[in-house]
């Protein structure tokens, strides 16, 4: 689940006119937002490695991304130059030189919460940060002595949070009959807080987050829990946008209390509400259904290339499944991030 075009807007930031040294190294850790393909490792559902996704990929093939094209981590490196895109971590072909442009240890189903994570079968936060740990060794070996200066002048992007509470709070009564929201979302950012601190001890100098989307508005969400409405989940809404007044607060006194960290929150919340609500003043006609199969329940497994209704062009859709947007769709979003974008650069 989760989102979307983290950094897409440093496009527009005029590097050529600035005095800022681009980043030639992109690291990922989250959720399906940022699985370039490592679940095709995993004995997991959460799989994304067949066709319809990937159709409109460089390649025009399915590389384990929740998308019909490219994802956050693809645009971003277009925007920075990337002769070729950071490869998922658990891929033999993320070794050698190709260590030096980075690595994606998303993982889709997982979440802050290690326990949401392991119901999927997915990588865990902590795990992906064990395997963050790797990859500095592996890193060394390439890399020698500039490998401090790429660890430091490297992009950190955290996309996730989405699933802990669409895949395990809220169908979990374990969780949700002990805990309010407001005390799981607590839990959370106690995680959040300690991975921050965590990578950045480990060298992480430029960390970009995402914030919650509004999660009610997801086609897959209505669809369990808006009762055979088709509004967006309002009360989920109101949780999110709660959670993120948390997570703000929280990256604000890990800024203050870290040294030498620029840590910028995307509140990706409003942009993609608009998007959903008003798709036809961005140029899309359909926001409320995905483009696989019904575009109501599809996704993963289910999006597959016997689902039936499955569109032939994703670009007027705002999602491709029932949960993930389409590349056009993650592209559109990128303008309400310029002004967050600046400051992990400069």
Same mark, same amino acid.
């Given at each position: 689940?989760?989102?979307?075009?983290?950094?897409?807007?440093?496009?527009?930031?005029?590097?050529?006119?600035?005095?800022?040294?681009?980043?030639?190294?992109?690291?990922?850790?989250?959720?399906?937002?940022?699985?370039?393909?490592?679940?095709?490792?995993?004995?997991?559902?959460?799989?994304?490695?067949?066709?319809?996704?990937?159709?409109?990929?460089?390649?025009?093939?399915?590389?384990?991304?929740?998308?019909?094209?490219?994802?956050?981590?693809?645009?971003?490196?277009?925007?920075?130059?990337?002769?070729?895109? *950071?490869?998922?971590?658990?891929?033999?072909?993320?070794?050698?030189?190709?260590?030096?442009?980075?690595?994606?240890?998303?993982?889709?189903?997982?979440?802050?919460?290690?326990?949401?994570?392991?119901?999927?079968?997915?990588?865990?936060?902590?795990?992906?940060?064990?395997?963050?740990?790797?990859?500095?060794?592996?890193?060394?070996?390439?890399?020698?002595?500039?490998?401090?200066?790429?660890? !430091?002048?490297?992009?950190?992007?955290?996309?996730?949070?989405?699933?802990?509470?669409?895949?395990?709070?809220?169908?979990?009564?374990?969780?949700?009959?002990?805990?309010?929201?407001?005390?799981?979302?607590?839990?959370?950012?106690?995680?959040?807080?300690?991975?921050?601190?965590?990578?950045?001890?480990?060298?992480?100098?430029?960390?970009?987050?995402?914030?919650?989307?509004?999660?009610?508005?997801? *086609?897959?969400?209505?669809?369990?829990?808006?009762?055979?409405?088709?509004?967006?989940?309002?009360?989920?809404?109101?949780?999110?946008?709660?959670?993120?007044?948390?997570?703000?607060?929280?990256?604000?006194?890990?800024?203050?209390?870290?040294?030498?960290?620029?840590?910028?929150?995307?509140?990706?919340?409003?942009?993609?509400?608009?998007?959903?609500?008003? *798709?036809?003043?961005?140029?899309?006609?359909?926001?409320?259904?995905?483009?696989?199969?019904?575009?109501?329940?599809?996704?993963?497994?289910?999006?597959?290339?016997?689902?039936?209704?499955?569109?032939?062009?994703?670009?007027?859709?705002?999602?491709?499944?029932?949960?993930?947007?389409?590349?056009?769709?993650?592209?559109?979003?990128?303008?309400?991030?310029? !002004?967050?974008?600046?400051?992990?650069?400069?």
């Amino acid at each position: 689940m989760a989102y979307y075009t983290l950094f897409v807007a440093l496009l527009v930031l005029g590097f050529n006119g600035g005095n800022a040294q681009l980043p030639t190294t992109l690291i990922s850790f989250g959720d399906s937002s940022v699985d370039v393909g490592n679940n095709n490792y995993l004995p997991t559902l959460f799989r994304s490695d067949f066709l319809p996704y990937g159709r409109d990929f460089v390649t025009k093939t399915p590389t384990g991304r929740f998308s019909n094209g490219k994802i956050s981590t693809d645009l971003i490196a277009d925007m920075l130059g990337f002769d070729e895109y *950071p490869r998922a971590y658990l891929s033999p072909e993320c070794s050698g030189k190709n260590l030096l442009t980075g690595a994606g240890f998303g993982s889709a189903g997982s979440g802050y919460y290690d326990a949401t994570a392991l119901t999927q079968n997915a990588i865990p936060l902590s795990q992906q940060l064990e395997y963050y740990k790797e990859y500095q060794s592996r890193l060394e070996r390439v890399a020698r002595e500039n490998t401090s200066t790429i660890i !430091s002048e490297a992009l950190y992007l955290v996309s996730t949070g989405s699933t802990d509470f669409a895949q395990n709070y809220y169908v979990n009564p374990l969780l949700n009959k002990v805990y309010t929201h407001d005390e799981f979302s607590s839990f959370i950012i106690g995680i959040f807080s300690k991975f921050i601190r965590d990578l950045h001890g480990l060298g992480a100098r430029r960390i970009g987050v995402t914030a919650l989307p509004p999660i009610g508005c997801v *086609p897959a969400v209505i669809t369990l829990f808006g009762g055979g409405s088709n509004d967006c989940v309002e009360r989920f809404n109101v949780d999110a946008q709660n959670f993120n007044k948390r997570l703000k607060a929280a990256a604000s006194s890990l800024s203050k209390s870290l040294p030498n960290l620029k840590l910028v929150v995307f509140d990706i919340y409003q942009s993609t509400l608009d998007l959903i609500e008003r *798709p036809s003043d961005f140029g899309f006609f359909e926001s409320r259904k995905g483009c696989c199969g019904t575009g109501t329940v599809e996704t993963s497994v289910l999006c597959n290339p016997k689902s039936l209704g499955t569109c032939r062009n994703a670009s007027g859709y705002v999602f491709f499944d029932s949960a993930h947007p389409t590349e056009a769709a993650a592209m559109a979003l990128s303008g309400s991030l310029t !002004s967050d974008g600046i400051d992990l650069i400069f």
